[in-house]
C-alpha cells in the first residue's frame, strides 16, 4: 500500500509526523513523506531514508501576515496536488489543518475515507467557508485526530474524531535525566523550547525576571523577527539573568532539561489558548512544573492535575507567585502526579496508535 505523509513544514519541526511514522508497518507499506523547506536550509534526512521524501522548496517566513502567504500556499498546493497525481497513492495523511484545506477537493473526490485528517490549528476557524471544508474534511475522512480535545468544539460531532497526544516516544526513555542528572543551580531556572513568539507577552515576562534574581529565563529555539527583537530587549535593559541559545534537535532536549527547574509554557493568542504544546507532555515526562497561561485550555489542565500552574504575566506579584508555588513543590506527590496524568495520555495514544496500525487498502 502506497501512503504519503502530507507535512506543511521542515521535517524536525513536525514531530508529531513521528505517531504515524512509528506505528505504520515499513515492510507492508511504501511510504512518502512530503515536506516543505521554508529556510532553504538542508535539513538532516538520514533518520527518513527509509522513506521516499519530496522536498517542497519555498522560501517562507513564518512572521508575516495571512494574506502574504497565500502565494506561497498556492504554489505548495500546486506541488502537493503533481505528486498526489504522480504518485497515485493508496491513502493519504494529512499532517496539519491548511494542507488538508488546500487539496480538500482532491480528498473528497478521490480519497473519501482514505485519508487521515490531523486537525492542530483553529486559526482561520472564524471563517465560515473555512469552517465548513473543515467540517466536510472530518466527515470524508478515515479518522480524524485533534491534538487537543479543545479543538473538538469546532469539528462536527463524528465517532471518528480521535485525540492524538504530541508525546515524542523517545523522551519516555530518558525519563530521570533531571533526577539523576540534573544540574543544581542556586537560582530557579525557567526554560522555554520551541518557536520563539509572542513578542509582548515574552518582552513582559522578561523585565519581571531580570528584576528578580531568584530566577533565570532561557530560551532555545531558532530566532526570527521575534526573538531578535527580545534579545535586543533584554540587552537595553541590561537583563544579566536572560538567556538565547539558538536552535536545537529535538534530542538536545535531554541536556538541557538537566539544566530547566520549571518550563515556560506560557502562550496568548486565540488558537494557543485551546491547544496542547508539546512542552506539557515534557513536563509531565521529565517531571517539570510548567507554567501556562491563565484561563488556557493548558493552564486548566495543569492546575487540575496538579503538574504546574496558571500565570499571568502582567500581575504585578508574577515572580512572587511562582517563586511561592515552586518552593511549595512536594516532590513524591508531584512525581505521582507526572505519572497518573502521563499513564492518563498514554491509554489515548495507544487507542490512536491502534486506529493507524489497522489501515489497509
Given at each position: 500500500?502506497?501512503?504519503?505523509?502530507?507535512?506543511?513544514?521542515?521535517?524536525?519541526?513536525?514531530?508529531?509526523?513521528?505517531?504515524?511514522?512509528?506505528?505504520?508497518?515499513?515492510?507492508?507499506?511504501?511510504?512518502?513523506?512530503?515536506?516543505?523547506?521554508?529556510?532553504?536550509?538542508?535539513?538532516?534526512?538520514?533518520?527518513?531514508?527509509?522513506?521516499?521524501?519530496?522536498?517542497?522548496k519555498c522560501y517562507q517566513e513564518d512572521e508575516i501576515s495571512k494574506v502574504s502567504k497565500i502565494?506561497?500556499?498556492?504554489?505548495?498546493?500546486?506541488?502537493?496536488?503533481?505528486?498526489?497525481?504522480?504518485?497515485?497513492?493508496?491513502?493519504?495523511?494529512?499532517?496539519?489543518?491548511?494542507?488538508?484545506?488546500?487539496?480538500?477537493?482532491?480528498?473528497?473526490?478521490?480519497?473519501?475515507?482514505?485519508?487521515?485528517?490531523?486537525?492542530?490549528?483553529?486559526t482561520y476557524e472564524k471563517f465560515a467557508p473555512y469552517k465548513k471544508i473543515i467540517a466536510?474534511?472530518?466527515?470524508?475522512?478515515?479518522?480524524?485526530?485533534?491534538?487537543?480535545?479543545?479543538?473538538?468544539?469546532f469539528l462536527p460531532q463524528s465517532e471518528?474524531?480521535?485525540?492524538?497526544?504530541?508525546?515524542?516516544?523517545?523522551?519516555?526513555?530518558?525519563?530521570?535525566?533531571?533526577?539523576?542528572?540534573?544540574?543544581?543551580?542556586?537560582?530557579?531556572?525557567?526554560?522555554?523550547?520551541?518557536?520563539?513568539?509572542?513578542?509582548?507577552?515574552?518582552?513582559?515576562?522578561?523585565?519581571?525576571?531580570?528584576?528578580d534574581k531568584r530566577f533565570e529565563l532561557h530560551y532555545y529555539g531558532r530566532e526570527q523577527t521575534t526573538a531578535l527583537n527580545l534579545k535586543k530587549y533584554t540587552h537595553e535593559i541590561g537583563a544579566e539573568n536572560?538567556?538565547?541559545?539558538?536552535?536545537?534537535?529535538?534530542?538536545?532536549?535531554?541536556?538541557?532539561?538537566?539544566n530547566t527547574d520549571i518550563i515556560h509554557n506560557v502562550y496568548y493568542?486565540?488558537?494557543?489558548?485551546?491547544?496542547?504544546?508539546?512542552?506539557?507532555?515534557?513536563?509531565?515526562?521529565f517531571y517539570l512544573p510548567q507554567i501556562c497561561m491563565n484561563g488556557s485550555f493548558m493552564g486548566e489542565s495543569v492546575e487540575k492535575n496538579g503538574i504546574g500552574w496558571q500565570v499571568n504575566p502582567y500581575d504585578e506579584d508574577f515572580t512572587e507567585r511562582l517563586y511561592v508555588n515552586y518552593k511549595s513543590i512536594q516532590s513524591d506527590g508531584f512525581y505521582n502526579r507526572c505519572d497518573k496524568r502521563l499513564e492518563e495520555v498514554l491509554k489515548e495514544y495507544r487507542a490512536g496508535v491502534a486506529i493507524v496500525k489497522e489501515i489497509r487498502r
Open positions: 500500500m502506497k501512503i504519503l505523509l502530507l507535512g506543511f513544514s521542515k521535517i524536525k519541526y513536525m514531530p508529531y509526523a513521528n505517531f504515524y511514522l512509528d506505528n505504520l508497518n515499513k515492510t507492508k507499506h511504501d511510504i512518502h513523506l512530503l515536506y516543505w523547506n521554508r529556510d532553504l536550509k538542508e535539513e538532516d534526512t538520514e533518520q527518513y531514508q527509509s522513506y521516499t521524501l519530496h522536498e517542497f502565494k506561497n500556499f498556492w504554489k505548495y498546493r500546486a506541488y502537493a496536488l503533481k505528486i498526489i497525481k504522480q504518485q497515485k497513492f493508496d491513502f493519504i495523511i494529512v499532517l496539519h489543518s491548511l494542507p488538508g484545506v488546500l487539496i480538500a477537493k482532491k480528498l473528497r473526490k478521490q480519497y473519501p475515507g482514505k485519508y487521515i485528517f490531523d486537525y492542530r490549528d483553529s466536510n474534511l472530518v466527515n470524508y475522512s478515515y479518522a480524524t485526530f485533534v491534538s487537543s480535545d479543545g479543538f473538538r468544539k471518528k474524531i480521535y485525540t492524538s497526544h504530541n508525546i515524542l516516544t523517545d523522551s519516555l526513555n530518558h525519563r530521570k535525566e533531571k533526577h539523576q542528572n540534573g544540574v543544581v543551580s542556586d537560582k530557579i531556572r525557567i526554560a522555554f523550547w520551541g518557536f520563539i513568539r509572542h513578542e509582548a507577552l515574552n518582552q513582559e515576562i522578561i523585565k519581571k525576571i531580570a528584576k536572560v538567556f538565547f541559545h539558538g536552535e536545537y534537535k529535538p534530542k538536545d532536549r535531554y541536556d538541557f532539561v538537566k493568542d486565540n488558537n494557543m489558548m485551546i491547544a496542547m504544546g508539546n512542552k506539557y507532555y515534557d513536563g509531565i515526562i
